[in-house]
């Protein structure tokens, strides 16, 4: 089996980065290697799950501790599956001195290793057009997560045996070591080195998952994507991460969605932003435009002498609101376009228009030279 790379080096980050930035790293890598944009490359995809497993383990302060202390042996549930390696293997830990020293004196009980524990949470991303998100749509999606182990039903066992429960530690999962030291003689409790912490000993492991209950699985599946989801953001499915272990529940998916740019529509909260071009006519003498909305078309009439850059709103044609009802409105800014590549005729038409035109017809025009007559005056 192919080494892993280091997770740091997956995500192409430094060792002590930000939460920003590995979220960056991963958003950047998960686009890179998605399966959508690389149809039938096993490469990409491989990628694609490495790098969804790195993010998986660095997002969770927890596993990235464990992961920078012992590497990829402090979080891989595979680790030490046969029953002889685990925490014990690491010899001592910090734990372990403070406990040689003060454990006599009511030092708190490590968790039952056997009790329910939930799954870890699963990683995915998924690009949808920019109507796909106002409108809500369904996709599939490639995820790579655990679950039980199809071959034992999560029992770590190979079929026909089952687990025994450890002789060192009665199925404690630790057990009580006293130390002769310059104070007398100090009791305290320590992972037990035969079971690695389990409790249990599997002495005839299943071949398929190597004795942990559950097998790392990349599927396809299908997701509703809600209306109004906006880009960046994060859709979280409950129960869809990893399968729990001893009968814990499962962990939840965290799907990151990125929504494409659109040649029409620009997008601020729940509100659509837009631009119509008119021509210098329509605008002069007012006109009844047609203006694109994400539900199709409408007319809308501008009134005469328009102005460039004025914004006109249309009351409930934006996107719907994720947590809440209704929906935003729709911006429409006026853009005037000034005719080119004149004919003379026309020329001379134009010139014979504005000569009929006085101040009066230019407000703007005559309050800025009033204002630059007085500040020379």
Sequence with gaps: MAEKRDYYEVLGIQKGASEDEIKKAY?????????????????AEEKFKEVNEAYEVLSNSQKRAKYDQYGHAGVDPNFGAGG?????DFGFDIGDIFEGFFGGFGGGRRPNPNAPRQ?????????ISFMEACKGVEKEISVSRQEQCD???????????????????????????QQRTPFGVMSSTRTCSRCGGKGKIISNPCPSCRGTGRKNVSKKIKINIPAGIDDGQTLMLRGSGSAGANGGPSGDLN???????DPLFKR????????????????????????PTIDGQVRYKIGEGTQPGTTFRLR????????GSGRGDQLVTVNIEVPRNLSKSQKDALRSFESQLSEKNYAKRSGFFDKLKKMFE
């Design 255 to 261: 799907v990151a969605v990125t929504v494409r740019p």
């Design 119 to 127: 799954g870890e949470d699963a990683f995915a991303s998924v690009t």
């Design 151 to 177: 071959h034992c039903h999560g029992t770590g066992c190979a079929p026909g045996s089952s687990p025994q429960t450890c002789p060192d530690c009665g199925g404690a999962g630790q057990v009580k070591v």
């Design 316 to 323: 409930g044609k934006g996107v719907t609101k994720l947590r």
């Design 27 to 43: 958003r950047k890598q998960a686009k890179k290697y998605h399966p959508d944009l690389h149809p039938g490359d096993k490469e």
């Design 268 to 291: 601020r909260g729940f509100d659509i932003l837009c631009e119509i071009p008119v021509t210098y006519t329509q605008a002069v003498m007012g006109d009844e435009i047609t203006v």
């Design 84 to 88: 002889g390696a685990g925490a014990g």
